[in-house]
């Protein structure tokens, strides 16, 4: 049978996963991929910690929802940011990405 610990050290991994891609990747779309990939992780405990800890409410359920829309409008205006920065300098490598420092 799947506990509540198996959810946990699945959601761990794909935390340990995403932070790494955000952390070590130098293009800003793998950046946001491993966002994303955070944020899937932190729905992955809420859904498992409402299933295990009150399955009759919808608490977990709905503060997922919540991240999911939250995380679509990130991506939104990221995606924003990200194609008007390459328009301008024709690259997507955060390590030139300077603009918004003046």
Known sequence: MIGLAHYLVLAAILFCV???????????????????????SVNLNLVAFN?????????GQAFAIFVIVVAAAEVSVGLAIILALYRRKANTSVDDIDLLKW
């Open 18 to 40: 995403g932070l790494l891609g955000a952390i070590a990747k130098k293009n800003a779309i793998a950046v946001f991929m491993g966002v994303e990939l955070m944020l899937n």
């Open 51 to 59: 299933r295990f800890l009150h399955p009759e409410f919808l608490g």
